[in-house]
């Protein structure tokens, strides 16, 4: 009864255990509606035959090339978007003048979908790496800059003026206070950021590309070879996993203030 | 009487506009008021009578609708280091140490590393807070952060210290151990206080001099020296002229919280 109560943490141990124990019963439905035979092979291949075709995949067709070519170009843009937008929107978040001068236009970019994009960028920058790079570049941007924007406006004011009367000027407000206040919000907003980002990969793959996950994807559609394509989409979940854990990392190490 | 004045504060007044047409709040009436220097001077008044209104007008975080302050024989235009504050909610910041946020004016005007280790060691031994130097804010109790948040002001040599309520959140009795933490520091150091509270005997026990304010809007209704003898010790709090002088307060600010309980 006690596990149940409203917001009671548990133990480091019972979390693995618990979040391993999903993952074994969403594997053992799987394996029981495929190998039962409730649904077709057509539609969805068994666990078996999924791992089967992903060594397949990774042996004989050079998969990890196409995993390689994927994660470096959501890296890519992303890095890029990253790199261009934080600061941006912290500047937009501390400077009213210029959240004024900015704020509407990426308001109605941030809206502009990134997918619908894609046939454009084909247009003006062919189907090689450039274009990929732009659609992620384009999805992350905006966001970023606005995400930034807003948690750097909601700083707490009682310590912007806390500072003030220590002597700081605007730019060490910026510095020493606006940035280390939101650094971890601003380390949050880079980890939904990079999830949306894998989304816009895949579709950027999925329509023009030699190469790729989402390349894969799309030939093993053409051949009904289910299996490879759920071993796609695991590979991209396994690659959010290992993501997610990272950022868990840094935000351990370097926010520890944060954590309660 | 001559005094050496170090802050003046000349007819000043804030009148806060309206919004969503709620009528705009009178915070504070034209208030004269002259500080001498090396005085501890205490403000008090029942709560929203403006007394933050008026600290924050001398920090330079508010500006007034007329007037002005003059600190030094010039006039305030904006915060800044020569008027260190202390807030009544806790504002360490949460993401330096007790050492990092002592250090951070001195670090604001690049003073040298060398000098900064010194300053910090300085005091943290005078706000007792040895062994505390690497404790993050969240590991410190109400008094601790309130004790670094003094530190954190007078590290930073200022010409006057500024506290609004410093100790309102903290019981009782270590509410007491503070208010003899700061009348201590002061009595060595003599810097200019400027303490408000909405507590009697805290105000008379630090005082030199104490302001009483009347309801909103704020106006000072008495101006009382307090003639106890330094170095305070917490027992003049039971002495008898200790006592007449609360009588005297309690009833002052009494008529003011009257007419403040009835305005709402
Ligand atoms: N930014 C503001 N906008 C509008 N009204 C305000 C603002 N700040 C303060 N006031 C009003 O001015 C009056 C004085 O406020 P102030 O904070 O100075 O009171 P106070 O004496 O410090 O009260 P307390 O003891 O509760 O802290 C209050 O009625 C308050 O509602
Ligand atoms: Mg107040």
């Known amino acids: 009864m006690a596990l149940f109560r409203p917001l009671e943490p548990v133990s480091q141990r019972a979390r693995i255990v618990l979040g391993i124990a999903f993952f074994i019963v969403f594997f053992a439905v799987w394996a029981v509606a495929t190998l039962g035979g409730y649904v077709s092979k057509t539609f969805l291949a068994d666990p078996i035959t999924m791992v089967k075709d992903g060594w397949i995949l990774l042996t004989k067709f050079g998969f990890a090339h196409d995993i390689g070519m994927t994660v470096w170009r959501v890296l890519g843009g992303f890095v890029l978007a990253a790199i261009i937008g934080v600061p941006i929107g912290i500047l937009m978040g501390a400077y009213k003048p210029i959240e004024a001068f900015l704020e509407p236009f990426v308001s109605f970019a941030r809206y502009l979908p990134a997918s619908a994009f894609v046939p454009l960028l084909i247009l003006w920058a062919g189907i090689g790496e450039t274009q990929k790079l732009l659609v992620i570049f384009i999805g992350s941007f905006f966001q970023i800059i606005l995400m930034v924007a807003v948690s750097v406006s909601n700083t707490r004011r009682d310590l912007v003026e806390a500072a003030y009367t220590l002597g700081s000027t605007s730019a060490g407000v910026v510095r020493r206070v606006l940035i280390p206040a939101n650094a971890p919000d601003i380390a949050e907003i880079l980890r939904l950021v990079l999830g949306w980002a894998w989304t816009y990969v895949i579709v950027a793959e999925l329509i023009g590309s030699s190469s790729g996950i989402g390349h894969m994807i799309i030939e093993s559609q053409a051949l009904l070879a289910t299996g490879q394509i759920i071993f796609g989409i695991i590979v991209i979940g396994v690659i959010g996993l290992i993501s997610d854990l990272f950022f868990k990392f840094v935000n351990r190490h370097f926010f520890a203030w944060r954590l309660s | ?264």
């Open chain 2, 1 to 264: 009487m001559t005094m050496d004045a170090i802050l003046r504060i000349e007819q000043v007044s804030r009148i806060f506009p309206s919004v969503s047409k709620r009528p705009p709040v009178r915070a504070l009436e034209p208030t004269d008021l002259t500080i001498a220097r090396n005085d501890f001077i205490t403000i008090l008044g029942p709560s929203g009578c403006g007394k933050s209104t008026l600290l924050r007008i001398v920090a330079g975080l508010d500006t007034p609708t007329n007037g002005r302050v003059v600190l030094d024989g010039r006039a305030i235009t904006g915060p800044g280091p020569d008027r260190g504050m202390v807030f009544q909610s806790y504002t360490l910041f949460p993401w330096l140490n007790v050492a990092d946020n002592i250090a951070f004016g001195l670090r604001e005007r690049g003073v040298s590393e060398a000098i900064i280790r010194e300053t910090v060691a300085e005091y943290v031994a005078k706000v007792g807070l040895r062994g505390f130097e690497n404790h993050l804010p969240k590991q410190l109790s109400g008094g601790m952060q309130q004790r670094t948040a003094i530190a954190r002001a007078l590290a930073n040599n200022p010409e006057i210290l500024l506290l609004d309520e410093p100790f309102g959140a903290l019981d009782n009795q270590t509410r007491g151990l503070m208010q003899e933490l700061l009348l201590g520091i002061w009595e060595r150091e003599r810097k200019t206080v400027i303490f408000v509270t909405h507590d009697i005997e805290e105000a008379i026990f630090m005082a030199s001099r104490v302001i009483v304010m009347t309801a909103r809007p704020g106006r000072i209704k008495a101006d009382i020296a307090v003639d106890l003898p330094h170095p305070r010790h917490y027992t003049v709090k039971t002495s008898p002229e200790f006592s007449a002088l609360k009588a005297r307060l309690t009833e002052e600010i009494r008529a003011e919280a009257v007419l403040a309980a009835e305005a709402h």
